[in-house]
């Protein structure tokens, strides 16, 4: 099939390598634009720019995709289909009606569930068992157009964003091969999407990751997991940052013997935040509702590390808080 592709981060750029080992003719890849990067602001290339340039695929790159001159420029490759991964941006009608069977989108989510951005973080924070991928017949809504494929993926017990990402990734471009493959032979079914069982994430953003010592120990645990690689979670050691990069919950009836604490959690359990133990490769932190085991830590400046070697090079007293110093 001629295909238009558009997606621009890493997500996107398996199913483009798929879509052009499977055989299908890429007329135009679309991303968005160039932005400047890192301290010295060097100007870098979106990752499906990076992978269409390798591939000798022509590359469009408008700053706003409802401009009425991108809808007439993309009419005129006459494409068969455009397949949608992580655009970023909305499509207009007079886009989507432009191929010839429309525009189909990959998803990161089993819809209608996690309709939005960032479907695969909030599974892991949410503690899903399971997420998946979904390949649709875009409309005018976000994520509601009508479902061709499904595929699921159990998550493990110790799944991270990143390794989610990865995994849903290789599944999307698959499913994409396959749902191209069902379009053109006329085999493709379209699944109304039930909206009243729809539910909408929200954009990921840094400040997501600073920890809430008040919330349950397992809360805590898996948004550690959900917010790695980016933007982590974190939280402050006197006055610095500290990431968390991988914890567990502590199971329950193992005091840590506290100052002040008890291991039957009644009025004397300490506050949220307060370091419980902090030597012989144990790092354990009260939270709202149980007790955090923080096993690999980066201080601000420093590089990350086991909490063992992160405690011999700082050590930590127990009874000190983790958190904001209160001013």
């Excluded at 750029?13 to 400047?36: C, F, M, S, Y």
Aim: charged share 25%; with cysteine; glycine share 12%.
């Amino acid at each position: 099939m001629r295909v238009i592709f558009m997606g621009t981060p890493d997500f996107s750029v398996g199913i483009l390598e798929k879509l052009i080992e499977a055989g299908h003719e890429i007329a135009l890849v679309v991303t968005q634009p160039d932005k400047p990067k890192g301290r010295g602001k060097a100007v870098q290339f979106p990752p499906v720019k990076e992978a269409a340039l390798a591939h000798g695929l022509e590359v469009y790159q408008p700053a706003r995709i409802r401009d009425a001159a991108c809808a007439a420029r993309l009419r005129g490759y006459e494409a068969d289909v455009a397949v949608v991964a992580a655009f970023g941006q909305i499509l207009p009608k007079e886009i989507l009606e432009a191929p010839r069977y429309g525009c189909v989108n990959v998803h990161a989510s089993l819809l209608p569930k996690y309709r939005g951005a960032s479907p695969i973080q909030w599974a892991v924070i949410n503690g899903e068992a399971v997420s998946g991928v979904t390949t649709m017949r875009m409309d005018e809504g976000l994520d509601t157009g009508d479902v061709i494929f499904r595929e699921e993926v159990a998550l493990d017990p110790k799944e991270t964003g990143g390794s989610l990402f990865e995994r849903l990734a290789q599944a999307g471009a698959a499913l994409c091969v396959k749902t191209l493959a069902a379009i053109e032979d006329g085999t493709a079914a379209y699944e109304p999407q039930e909206d009243g069982e729809a539910t909408y994430t929200r954009i990921i953003k840094k400040q997501l990751g600073e920890i809430d010592w008040s919330k349950g120990a397992a809360q805590i645990e898996r948004l550690v997991r959900g917010l790695d690689p980016w933007p982590s979670a974190y939280t402050y050691l006197g006055g610095k940052t500290l990431k968390i990069w991988k914890s567990s919950v502590k199971e329950e009836g193992k005091s840590a013997g506290a100052p002040g604490s008890s291991s039957g959690g009644d009025a004397k359990t300490p506050p949220p935040g307060t370091v419980l133990s902090a030597g012989k490769g144990r790092f354990e932190v009260q939270s709202g509702d149980g007790v955090l085991i923080l096993e690999e830590v980066q201080l601000e400046g420093k590089k990350r590390m086991a909490a063992d070697a992160f405690l011999r090079g700082c050590p930590v007293e127990a009874g000190s808080r983790l958190g904001k110093e209160e001013k």
